[in-house]
């Protein structure tokens, strides 16, 4: 793991603060979960660089990220959904692949060509997941078409990604940058990583991507946080635009997906939403930034989570479900062309909010 500088580990100040407040709002948690079912599993589709696919997506239960531990993340409330302890056995972790997999026949017609694993941390980080499990995943999923992992950039090697290329799946590792401002990744999200490590890893899947030969690809999936907690409105718009660009110029980087922040219960976010210090993004945001960036050399994609929620990105109410339906088919299509469809008095609103809003007195509305 990366290592921050003395200066932020100062007492009490910078990321010792944050990580402070966060482990005390994280400790709040209660719930406990079993170690030998996943934390959640469903089927969609997704937007790959050899088009849409159904997907058989998975949150493996796998003790939870080391960085939420410390602290973690102002708007991060995954931890509070892992194991207690710490650490998941490789048969706990193959129990939870197999329940997948029931769900997958349960459900779905035909296996999904796409496989994606989120573990609410990192897959590649062998305290996670083992070498061991590694292998025994690539070898059950050795038949679908790609899979998805999750990983922060620290894991991200060549030779694990090579695990599961060796079976000529393409293989994409998904990376949570959140922004590819430093500065707003480490004082608004409280990240510890730099863009530069971002760049390194991206360096590795292209290495990858090169060994596994063939028609075999590794790459990089870029997510991003739409509004972090101490942005308005316009400068969370200004950072995601520019953050899409950098993250598109990287070479190995394929996919960005833009995720509005949401209000996960046992974060800072929360704190700050109880006590009148954060609105998610507007959808309309969501909505520019996409329309701006259609021009980038890569897939941009966005899934709103809670949309039309006070908790979740929203508008007014009335056209959250009009301006999410079209960022889905954007997200499928590509096509800026499908923003132009949809309109609503609140644009105004919202445009007040982009030109006035200031850091000293958001969120200028609710
Ligand atoms: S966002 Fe990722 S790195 Fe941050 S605390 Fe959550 S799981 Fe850990
Ligand atoms: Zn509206």
Redesign the pocket.
């Known amino acids: 793991m990366s290592k921050p500088t003395p200066e932020v580990y100062e007492q009490g100040k910078g990321m010792d603060a944050h990580n402070q407040a966060?482990r005390e709002i994280r400790s709040r948690k209660e719930a406990s979960y079993d170690p030998h079912e996943p934390t959640r599993v469903w089927l969609d589709e997704d937007n790959t660089p050899d088009g849409v696919k159904t997907s058989l997506t998975i949150i493996l239960n796998t003790g939870?990220?080391?960085?939420?531990r410390a602290?973690?993340?102002t708007?991060?409330?995954?931890?509070a959904e892992s194991v207690d302890g710490g650490s998941v056995s490789h048969e706990a972790l193959m129990d939870q692949i197999d329940s997948c997999l029931e769900h997958e026949e349960d459900n779905a017609e035909e296996r999904a060509d796409l496989i994606k694993i989120y573990?609410?941390?990192?897959f590649l980080d062998e305290r996670e997941v083992g070498a061991e499990s590694r292998r025994a995943i690539a070898d059950t999923f050795a038949d679908r078409d790609r899979i998805v992992l999750?990983s922060?950039p620290d894991f991200v090697d060549r030779e694990k990604i090579g695990d599961f290329t060796q079976h000529g799946i393409h293989t994409d590792i998904a990376i949570?940058l959140?922004t590819a401002t430093d500065r707003v990744r480490h004082d608004c999200?409280?990240?510890?990583f730099d863009f530069a490590d971002f760049e390194d890893a991206c360096a590795e899947a292209a290495v990858a991507d090169e060994n596994a030969g063939g028609d075999t690809t590794a790459g990089i999936k870029a997510y991003l946080l739409m509004k972090p907690p101490f942005l308005t409105e316009a400068e969370a718009v200004d950072d995601m635009r520019s953050s899409i660009e950098r993250c598109a110029d990287v070479d190995g980087c394929h996919t960005v997906s833009m995720n509005p922040c949401n209000v996960q219960r046992y974060t800072m976010v929360d704190e700050l939403y109880f006590n009148d210090g954060y609105r998610p993004p507007w959808l309309w945001s969501v909505a520019r930034v996409l329309e701006e960036t259609a021009d980038v050399d890569a897939i941009v994609v966005s899934d709103p989570v809670g949309h039309g929620s006070d908790r979740g990105p929203h508008n007014c109410q009335e056209c959250d479900d009009r301006v999410q339906k079209a960022i889905k088919d954007f997200d499928l299509r590509q096509d800026p062309s499908v923003f132009e469809q949809v309109s609503c008095e609140c644009e105004l609103t919202w445009e007040t909010v982009i030109e006035r809003e200031r850091s000293f007195n958001q969120p200028l509305t609710r």
């Open positions: 966060m939870g990220c080391r960085w939420a602290g973690g993340c708007m991060c409330g995954y931890v573990t609410s941390g990192s999750e922060l949570g959140e999200v409280n990240k510890y």
